[in-house]
C-alpha cells in the first residue's frame, strides 16, 4: 500500500497505535484468534478490534487463520503486511476510507504448512486466548449430509483421530486444536460462530462434538476432553447475530482508488483485494457468555446480550427481515437476468416482491428482540440498504449455496405459522412461490429460455439429477418429480407437505416451467392480487 503521505492526502483513517508493539504483545499473550480470513472480517471484526486497540482497552491484536484460503493469506495478508483499505460505500455516494491494521498475524493452517500448524497449536495452548470468532459459511460446519449421515470427509475424520495431517474437515482440524488445549491446559475459552444462521452456536458445539464423540469412541480419547467441551462454565458457543452486506471488491472501486494514488488496488482475484468494499451499516449482537473473560466489545459498537434477546435479533433478520428477501431477489434477479442487487429494486415487481415477502409475510410473526426495532431495521433494509447503488452486490452472489439457506431464511416462518393461533400456512404466497423459483432456477435457464451459470451450491449435482426429467416448455409431473424434494426437511426445516405448502409450490412449479416468460408472468400476476 502506500505511504502514510498519500493514505492521509485521501482522507483515509490512519491506526493510532505502535503495530510493532501490538504484535509482539499478540505473540506473548495472544487473547483473540479468528477462523476464516475472508471480507467480512477484514471490514468487521477487524474494525472492531481496531476500535478497541485505539481506545486502549485491547493491547493484542487479532490472529487469523484459514483452512482454505491459501492464496487469501499469501496475497490477502501477508502481501499487504496484514493490512486492509476498508471501504464504506454509503448511500448518499460518499465514502469513507480507513485502514486496518488490528491483524497480527494470519496463517494458513494447513498440513503443507508446517510453520503456522505449530504456531496455531501454541495459540491455542496459551491460557490467555479468551475468544474465537468464526466465519466460515453454514458449510463449513457440516459434518453431516441431508440424509443425516456422516459426511466421507467427517468418516474420514474420525477413523484417522486427532492426526492432523490428514483431517479433511474444518470441524475436524479445529477439533484438534482443542484438544491441544485441552491436554496442556484445559483452560475456558469462547468459540463465537459469526456465521449467517440460526442457532450458530448450537450447530457449531453439535458439529464439533461430532467429531470429537467420533474420537472417542473409535480412539479411547478421555472421556473428561468431551465433558471439557460440553460444560459451557469452561468452553462456550455463544449464539450470535451478525448482519454487514459485504459485495466482492468492485473493480470500478479499485480503478477509483488507484487514480486517487493508492498503490496495490487492483482486482487480481475476484474474491478478495488489498481493499474491502461494504455498506454503512452493521449489527453484531452476541450472546454475552465468555468464560475466560473479554475486552468491552460493546464499546466498539457490539450488543451483547443474554441468549433469548440474541435468538430473537437473529430470527428477526436471517428469518424474516433480511435475509429472505435478499435471497427472493437473487432467486428471481438471476432467473430475470439481473446482475445488481440495486437494479432489481428499481424493477416493480422484485421491489414490491421484497415488501411482501418481509412485511406482508415474515413481520406478523416476528418476536421484537427489542434492542432492534424490527420494523424500521426493514424499512432501512428496503429504502436504504437494498437500493444503495454504491454496493456492487449481486444476485449471483447471495444465491451461493441456497440449500443452506432455506431452512433458516423461509423455513422458521413456516414453522411460526404452523404454530400459530392467528395465522395459517395457507395465507403464504411468497415464500411458497420464491421456493418454487429457486427449483425453476436449478434447470439452469433462464426466463428467455437461455442457459444460465448457477452459483456453487454443495446440492446442486444432487438437486439437479432429481430434476433432470424437466424440461422448459414440457409438461411435468410435478408432485412425482418435486415430492422427494418438498419433504426433505434437512433442506426446508420442515416437511412442507405437512406443512400445508407443499401442494401449491408444485402448482407455481408446473406454472413457472411451461414455457419462456412465464416466471415475470407469473410473479406479476400474484403481486397483482
Given amino acids: 500500500m502506500s505511504n502514510t503521505a498519500v493514505l492521509e492526502e485521501n482522507q483515509v483513517k490512519l491506526p493510532k497505535f505502535d503495530q510493532v508493539l501490538m504484535r509482539k504483545k499478540t505473540v506473548e499473550r495472544p487473547q483473540w484468534a479468528h477462523l476464516g480470513g475472508g471480507n467480512l472480517y477484514r471490514c468487521f471484526h477487524a474494525k472492531i478490534a481496531q476500535d478497541l486497540i485505539n481506545s486502549g482497552e485491547l493491547e493484542t491484536g487479532v490472529v487469523v487463520f484459514d483452512t482454505f484460503g491459501k492464496e487469501l493469506i499469501e496475497k490477502g495478508y501477508h502481501a499487504n503486511d496484514n493490512q486492509t483499505l476498508s471501504v464504506i460505500l454509503k448511500a448518499d455516494g460518499s465514502v469513507d476510507k ?64 486427532p492426526n492432523f495431517r490428514q483431517l479433511k474437515t474444518t470441524m475436524g482440524q479445529l477439533a484438534y486444536l482443542m484438544y491441544c488445549r485441552y491436554k496442556s491446559s484445559a483452560a475456558p475459552l469462547a468459540l463465537v460462530s459469526t456465521d449467517n444462521f440460526s442457532h450458530n452456536g448450537q450447530s457449531f458445539k453439535d458439529s464439533l462434538l461430532v467429531i470429537i464423540q467420533g474420537w472417542i469412541d473409535k480412539w479411547n480419547l478421555n472421556v473428561d476432553f468431551l465433558w471439557y467441551l460440553s460444560d459451557e462454565s469452561r468452553v462456550a458457543f455463544p449464539y450470535s447475530m451478525i448482519d454487514r452486506i459485504t459485495p466482492l471488491p468492485s473493480s470500478s472501486i479499485a480503478n477509483q482508488l488507484t487514480k486517487d494514488g493508492i498503490s496495490g488496488m487492483t482486482v487480481d482475484n475476484p474474491s478478495f483485494a488489498a481493499f474491502v468494499n461494504t455498506e454503512e451499516t452493521h449489527y453484531l449482537v452476541i450472546e454475552d457468555k465468555f468464560p475466560n473473560g473479554r475486552p468491552k466489545l460493546e464499546d466498539a459498537g457490539v450488543y451483547l446480550a443474554d441468549r433469548e434477546t440474541v435468538n430473537n435479533a437473529d430470527l428477526m433478520k436471517v428469518c424474516s427481515c433480511l435475509n429472505p428477501l435478499h435471497t427472493s431477489l437473487a432467486i428471481f434477479g438471476c432467473l430475470l437476468g439481473f446482475n445488481k442487487i440495486y437494479k432489481e429494486m428499481q424493477d416493480e415487481d422484485l421491489s414490491e416482491l421484497v415488501k411482501r415477502v418481509g412485511y406482508v409475510e415474515g413481520l406478523p410473526v416476528v418476536v421484537n428482540p427489542k434492542i432492534i426495532d424490527p420494523k424500521q431495521f426493514i424499512d432501512e433494509v428496503i429504502n436504504l440498504r437494498l437500493v444503495n447503488p454504491n454496493i456492487p452486490d449481486t444476485p449471483q452472489r447471495i444465491a451461493s449455496d441456497t440449500s443452506q439457506k432455506v431452512s433458516i431464511r423461509y423455513g422458521e416462518t413456516i414453522k411460526a405459522y404452523m404454530s400459530s393461533d392467528n395465522y395459517e400456512t395457507s395465507e403464504l404466497t ?30 446442486l449435482e444432487n438437486l439437479q439429477a432429481q430434476l433432470a426429467s424437466v424440461k422448459l416448455g414440457q409438461k411435468v409431473n410435478a408432485h412425482e418429480i418435486l415430492q422427494p424434494i418438498l419433504s426433505n426437511d434437512r433442506i426446508f426445516g420442515v416437511n412442507l407437505y405437512e406443512a400445508g405448502i407443499g401442494e401449491k409450490i408444485e402448482n407455481y412449479f408446473t406454472e413457472l416451467v411451461a414455457g419462456s416468460g412465464q416466471v415475470r408472468e407469473i410473479l406479476h400476476r400474484e403481486l397483482s392480487k
Avoid at 488490528?102 to 508446517?114: I, L, V
Avoid at 449430509?145 to 484417522?160: R, W, Y
Avoid at 427449483?439 to 444460465?452: K, P, S
Fill in 98 to 161: 480507513e485502514l486496518i491494521a488490528s491483524t497480527a498475524e494470519a496463517h494458513y493452517f494447513n498440513a503443507s504448512n508446517h510453520d503456522s500448524v505449530v504456531r496455531m497449536k501454541e495459540v491455542f495452548q496459551n491460557p490467555s486466548l479468551q475468544f474465537v470468532t468464526v466465519t466460515i459459511t453454514e458449510k463449513g460446519y457440516a459434518v453431516k449430509d441431508v440424509q443425516g449421515n456422516l459426511t466421507p470427509e467427517a468418516e474420514s475424520d474420525i477413523e484417522v483421530g
Fill in 430 to 459: 411468497f415464500i411458497p412461490l420464491t421456493l418454487a423459483a429457486w427449483l425453476r432456477y436449478l434447470l439452469a435457464v433462464d426466463d428467455d429460455g437461455n442457459a444460465m451459470t448457477l452459483s456453487p451450491d454443495p446440492l
